[in-house]
């Protein structure tokens, strides 16, 4: 994975290649079984726009990430909301990913906005996110292969 956060420093952006085509990424993004195995299995997704669903981060007191489909472009781009439930520092950010054919494998791309870097709590929060990301799609390869995908 690759960032770049010279293209938006409010924004994570990370990006990788994968060997699978764009519909195995795709079922890896919106199958919750898939999900849940390299990321958190969500509670009530279905990738259709405006389903509300709950991923909850095990071992985490109120590790709870309430989202909403927003945009469903099958095999090219699911973005959701994704809203930190906690009361005392509630954060909402959009979560974007799009894939794209490259070769006989898919490029996919991580984009997650509503970051404001001027707030010290906003920006250390993203680069927790970018931290976060980077090990959270370095268990998808892993996935893909375990899966026979």
């Not at 989202?67 to 954060?91: D, G, I």
């Not at 970051?115 to 976060?132: C, T, V, W």
Request: proline fraction near 7%.
């Amino acid at each position: 994975m690759i960032a770049d956060s010279a293209l938006n420093p409010a924004a994570v952006e990370l990006g990788g290649f994968f060997r699978q085509a764009p519909h195995t990424i795709w079922r890896a993004l919106t199958e919750p079984d898939l999900l849940g195995q390299w990321m958190v299995r969500p509670t009530g997704f279905a990738a259709s726009v405006g389903t509300r669903f709950v991923f909850t981060v095990p071992d985490q007191p109120r590790g709870e990430i309430a989202s909403e489909v927003l945009v469903v472009r099958p095999v090219e781009q699911l973005t959701y909301s994704w809203v930190y439930v906690r009361p005392e520092f509630p954060m909402r950010w959009i979560v974007e990913w799009t894939l794209r054919p490259q070769g006989r494998g898919t490029r996919l791309l991580l984009t997650q906005t509503g970051f404001d870097i001027e707030h010290r709590r906003q920006k250390m929060a993203r680069n927790a996110m970018e931290r976060g990301w980077r090990t959270t799609l370095s268990r998808l390869p892993g996935v893909l292969d375990r899966n026979g995908l």
